[in-house]
């Protein structure tokens, strides 16, 4: 069994036992950017334990560049065959056209066999995030998806290698065509073909049935860790807010603002001014990340003395090697040369460094004896995969990034960039690398489904011990806040709450920043953060599935709650969400109640 899901199937699965995760044709650009298709010409069928589709996807859905036919078919003895045939409808350059199958990674442990041309080895789907491919020159996969089921993958057409993808929030391991040892990006002449196929063969049946998740959240009384000091990005070349929204910003309630400065940008110490100001403004301190290369000593000079006159109002500053391997790793040469002008300006503000990318670019390059104080790297759920389903799969991984990057870190505090996508494209070609990411704004990040991630991910990195974290931008379309103006089709003053509803989250947890978050326990298909601040327990709960639900509640002691629900108005130009209060719930710390969610829908729970 599986689900088309437009050039993809999603969950392949065999008497119960996820296969893969993902089978499906993926298009990407000279810059690693992921074309999405247009599906015309869909044909399926069923018949006498087989089931069959073909389609064409068109690369872009309006102006197609390639156009790739799509067969698949399905039988209940064990065997999955798909295949495409892609056709150039002119010129242009990729870096990789083809099938992209993908392992769930539940297998991370499990023995494998990987087939290549003249020869096999045994191997295993690693443990840890594996910071380079785990096998190349791959044309068969053999492995055991579950107890007592044996499945073999056969791939044609190209050579395939696999990468562990959990290295940027994905939970999975992907095997791909086009080696990455290969020149790129490849030009496509129109015309040419591209033909690959792939085929699954089952045998064999589950013999233990997995165990059931828990059917109840449950919260204990026993802490865990303090919950993270929570900040935002300034948004990146925006001018001063306005006096009104300074406000806004200030009663969120934040922590600490971060704002990204390149030191041969004319403007760097007028920007670093400017933040300082609205981190003072906004009662928070001001994180710094510094883009620059050992041989921009005399720039450094004449910046670090804006940060000297500051310093008080800073929390760190963060430093990245232009010239380092990825663009936007720490060096020690750098890292060295940025604490010795420190220490000739008498600046006692801690020294941060690790990556402004992905933990892939950390788990790679480390931090090379870096002399610093603070480890940082950012996460984004929308590297690969851009649908509900696979951004909530991200939270599955997070855990394990974090409890590598603390031991890369070696005792120094984490501080983490949370984003909804890519902030800026770490991939591109270098004339195009770092370059802000025009595509960086989500039409989802004013919705509930991105509060209810924000708390999965909060959730997660609290109980693994990560100390700061820099929560989307502060105000705009990737932001806490909307930004309030009259024109066209943008959020208007005065019309819903003037707060998004990651913002609504922000503020509680923000007027909570000494809190302890408890342990929880809770079903799959939802989140939970919960937490004590002055004696009183909050909870906050987020259904992570598209439909709404019932879940039963469970906390450790008798008392009565105030329920909190966060609505998000629909209306044209309704702007961010609030908290809509409910009938409040009495637990007798025994049994638990039941509480409807809403589909996406995130309920909060305040003792009284």
């Not at 089921?149 to 939970?171: H, I, S, T, Y």
């Not at 990455?180 to 002449?189: E, G, Q, T």
């Not at 997995?210 to 009384?221: L, Q, Y």
């Not at 806004?248 to 309630?253: A, E, S, V």
Request: proline residues 6%; glycine residues 8%.
């Amino acid at each position: 069994e599986a689900t088309l899901d437009g050039a993809s199937l999603r969950w392949v699965r065999w008497h119960g036992v996820e296969v893969l995760r993902g089978l499906g044709v993926t298009v990407r650009d000279q810059n690693w950017g992921t074309i999405e298709p247009g599906i015309v010409d869909f044909v399926r069928s069923h018949r006498s334990g087989r089931w069959s589709a073909a389609f064409v996807a068109r690369y872009p859905d309006l102006d197609p560049f390639l156009e790739v036919s799509v067969r698949v078919s399905a039988s209940a003895a064990g065997l999955l065959e798909f295949s495409m045939r892609g056709e150039a409808r002119r010129n242009f350059l990729r870096n990789r056209i083809g099938i992209v199958a993908l392992h769930g990674s539940q297998v991370a442990g499990h023995s494998a066999r990987f087939v290549r041309l003249t020869s096999a080895e045994k191997g295993t789907f690693p443990r840890q995030p594996a910071p380079w491919q785990v096998a190349t020159d791959i044309t068969a996969i053999e492995w055991s998806p579950g107890p007592g089921v044996k499945a073999k993958l056969a791939l044609d057409g190209e050579l395939f290698e696999m990468e562990d993808q959990r290295n940027w929030g994905d939970a999975s391991f992907k095997t791909y065509p086009t080696p990455l040892r290969l020149p790129y990006p490849i030009a496509v002449s129109a015309g040419d073909v591209i033909s690959q196929s792939a085929k699954i063969e089952l045998r064999g049946e589950t013999r233990r049935r997995e165990a059931s998740p828990p059917d109840t959240i449950r919260v204990t009384d026993r802490p865990r860790v303090r919950l993270p000091a929570i900040g935002a990005l300034l948004p990146p070349h925006a001018p001063e807010p306005l006096e009104a929204d300074a406000a806004r910003i200030r009663q969120l309630g934040l922590r600490h603002l971060r704002v990204f400065v390149d030191i041969r940008d004319p403007r760097a110490a007028a920007l670093v001014e400017q933040a300082a100001r609205q981190a003072s403004e906004a009662a928070a301190l001001l994180e710094l990340d510094l883009l620059a290369t050992p041989s921009d000593d005399f720039l450094l000079e004449r910046l670090v003395e804006v940060i000297a006159e500051h310093q008080r109002r800073f929390a760190a500053v963060f430093v990245f090697d232009r010239e380092s391997s990825s663009g936007f790793d720490t060096t020690r040469e750098l890292a060295s040369m940025v604490r010795a002008a420190f220490q000739r300006r008498n600046v006692r503000i801690p020294l941060g460094g690790g990556t402004r990318a992905n933990f892939t670019e950390l788990n790679r390059a480390g931090l090379g004896g870096a002399d610093i104080d603070i480890v940082t790297f950012a996460i984004n759920p929308q590297v690969h995969a851009f649908d509900e389903a696979s951004i909530v799969e991200t939270l599955e991984v997070l855990p394990l990034l974090a409890r590598e990057a603390r031991a890369i870190a070696n005792g120094r505090p984490l501080s983490i960039v949370l984003s909804l996508k890519p902030r800026f494209n770490a991939t591109a070609s270098r004339d195009q690398q770092g370059a802000d990411n025009r595509d960086r704004i989500d039409v989802r990040q004013g919705s509930e489904f991105a509060a209810s991630w924000l708390v999965g991910a909060i959730a997660v990195l609290s109980q693994s011990g990560v100390e700061r974290l820099s929560c989307f931008e502060t105000i705009g379309p990737a932001g806490l806040l909307p930004a309030r103006t009259s024109g066209s089709g943008a959020c208007e003053a005065g019309s819903g709450s003037g707060i998004y509803a990651v913002g609504a989250v922000a503020n509680v947890l923000c007027s909570a920043q000494a809190a302890t978050v408890l342990r929880v326990a809770h079903p799959s298909g939802t989140a939970v953060l919960a937490i004590r601040r002055q004696g009183h327990l909050v909870v906050f709960i987020a259904n992570l599935e598209p439909f709404a639900k019932s879940v039963r509640v469970e906390v450790p002691n008798a008392a009565t709650f105030d329920r909190n629900a966060l609505e998000v108005p629909h209306s044209a130009h309704a702007c961010g969400g609030y908290w809509r209060r409910h009938p409040s719930v009495a637990f007798d710390g025994v049994a638990p109640r039941s509480l409807r969610l809403e589909a996406w829908g995130l309920t909060r729970l305040d003792e009284r």
